[in-house]
């Protein structure tokens, strides 16, 4: 039972590269979310899906997509990826999201 | 709008010595509340939760947290800290059953031995 996984561990990208983040539950959980943790301002939700077939916006979406591919995966993209994404990225999952959040061990990004 | 709010950035304690982290929250209705610890170089674990019912919620590994809601607070303590809690700590909370967790700027908590 891996819980939360979360690939790649690191990343760089160059100004205006795309990439997708990966994320994905063992837990049958029917939530899944997309936090950034950047220093001085906790966690900060970007997207979350309350069950699969349907994704909202957090708090911080803009220069985001995301697709919940099925009930085990929910990743994350970045279409042209700006400096202000450098950020470590962590995926959570949840039986439902009014229950607690089960958090992955976070991909570490930088844009050049 | 919602937030939630860590008053210490930083704290340094000695082993054995008590602590107390605060976290106060801005919205009203029915609230959810969480301490979430990362220790070095790990993902964030759920130390305790508040939901509903008793206001003191006992936690893992010695932790505990009351909800005062006259105060909007969920206060983090532990009565006597080990070398190994060394880590960050956030305050997290959201209303109602939605999904929006909003954390706190973290508290870093470095205990020396």
């Known amino acids: 039972n891996a819980g939360v996984t979360q690939t790649p561990k690191f990343q760089v990208l160059k100004t205006g590269q795309s990439m997708t983040l990966q994320c994905a539950q063992d837990m049958n959980h029917n939530s899944m979310y997309w936090y950034r943790q950047d220093p001085g301002m906790g966690l900060r939700l970007i997207y979350y899906s309350a069950s699969e077939g349907t994704t909202d916006k957090g708090e911080v979406p803009n220069g985001y997509n995301v697709s919940r591919l099925n009930k085990r995966e929910f990743s994350l993209r970045l279409e042209s990826a700006a400096p202000s994404q450098t950020s470590v990225y962590f995926c959570?999952?949840?039986?439902?999201?009014?229950?607690?959040?089960?958090f992955g061990p976070g991909t570490r990004l930088t844009v050049l | 709008a919602q937030s939630v709010s860590q008053h210490n950035h930083h704290v340094i304690l000695s082993e054995a010595a008590s602590l107390e982290l605060g976290c106060n929250y801005s919205y009203g209705g029915t609230v959810n509340l969480f301490w979430y610890v990362q220790y070095p170089g790990q993902h964030l674990q759920l130390l305790l939760k508040?939901?509903?019912?008793?206001?003191l919620v006992k936690g893992i590994k010695g932790f505990e947290a009351e909800f005062i809601k006259s105060k909007f607070s969920f206060n983090l303590r532990k009565p006597s800290v080990q070398w190994s809690d060394t880590a960050e700590y956030f305050c997290a909370g959201r209303s109602g059953n939605t999904g929006k967790l909003i954390f706190g700027q973290g508290t870093t908590l470095q205990v020396k031995p």
């Open positions: 959570a999952s949840s039986v439902s999201t009014g229950n607690e959040q089960f």
């Open positions: 508040y939901f509903s019912g008793d206001p």
